[in-house]
């Protein structure tokens, strides 16, 4: 009984002590605040509308599992980078393997670089063993690049059931993660024929404060000699930065001109 009657003091006191700590601790913590609601779809129409009104940015398309298989010189890209600007064309590299057949893995293949530079004067490509340098007409580019805005741009509108999956960091960039679904049609300006029916699962990267996309994410097949399991990423960068697109200085002019 002597102990309870002096612990019982102590114990009164601690129980003061935490009562007044959950006090304050209530006190001092402020409210949370509440997230936005936002709607996914509007933000991807937002997205849409700024990604056509752009006029340069630097890009990269990679696979991460897969490659675009192009029939004329039995090869398969893997990776291309570049820059665009609406007014004075694009350039770019690809990284491509000559492969055999479309079933040959690309690394099995040989390793070659296309470099190719579009203007509205023309289109010149060089040839991977040489480096030579030809022109042909502008109307040969494998891409639209006067209409490269307005694709992306459709590409992002047409991404249908949209699910806001939170924010994540791309390109050193705050961005709305947005999950969809569209179909293969969308990526017909790579040099691709879609598959008919065709169903990409599509993941958008567009920025918190400029809405602007930063990157998309295209799973599954576009065209018959994709795998089932393609991955393919398109990356922006420098959006609305000066580009240099400027052509070769010797070429092989093949236009007649």
């Known amino acids: 009984m002597v102990h309870s009657?002096?612990?019982?003091?102590?114990?009164?006191?601690?129980?003061?002590?935490?009562?007044?700590a959950t006090a304050c601790a209530t006190q001092d913590t402020p409210e949370p605040t509440a997230t936005p609601n936002i709607d996914p779809a509007a933000l991807l129409a937002e997205t849409a509308a700024n990604v056509k009104a752009t006029r340069s940015a630097m890009f990269s398309v990679t696979h991460e599992t897969g490659s675009i298989f192009i029939r004329p010189f039995s090869a398969k890209i893997t990776e291309v980078t570049g820059s665009w600007d609406a007014d004075k064309g694009a350039?770019?590299?690809?990284?491509?393997?000559?492969?055999?057949?479309?079933?040959?893995?690309?690394?099995?293949?040989?390793?070659?670089?296309?470099?190719?530079?579009?203007?509205?004067?023309?289109?010149?490509?060089?040839d991977p063993l040489s480096g030579a340098w030809i022109k042909?007409?502008?109307?040969?580019?494998p891409i639209p690049v006067d209409r490269l805005a307005e694709i992306m741009a459709e590409v992002v509108a047409e991404t249908g059931n949209p699910v806001l999956m939170g924010q994540e960091v791309v390109a050193d960039t705050n961005a709305y993660k947005i999950s969809g679904t569209a179909p293969a049609s969308v990526m017909n300006w790579l040099p691709i024929t879609a598959q008919e029916g065709q169903i990409l699962q599509v993941e958008i990267w567009t920025g918190v404060e400029?809405?602007?996309?930063?990157?998309?994410?295209?799973?599954?097949?576009?065209?018959?000699?994709?795998?089932?399991?393609?991955?393919?990423?398109?990356?922006?960068?420098d959006i609305n930065e000066p580009v240099e697109i400027e052509p070769p200085d010797n070429f092989v002019d093949l236009t007649g001109g």
């Open 210 to 237: 400029e809405r602007m996309l930063r990157r998309l994410r295209a799973t599954g097949p576009v065209g018959q000699f994709d795998r089932p399991d393609t991955v393919r990423s398109i990356t922006l960068t």
């Open 136 to 141: 042909q007409s502008p109307t040969l580019s």
């Open 5 to 20: 009657l002096t612990t019982l003091p102590t114990a009164l006191v601690l129980i003061a002590l935490l009562t007044l």
């Open 91 to 126: 350039d770019f590299t690809a990284d491509a393997y000559l492969v055999p057949n479309p079933e040959t893995e690309p690394t099995s293949g040989t390793y070659i670089q296309m470099q190719v530079v579009i203007t509205r004067e023309g289109y010149y490509a060089a």
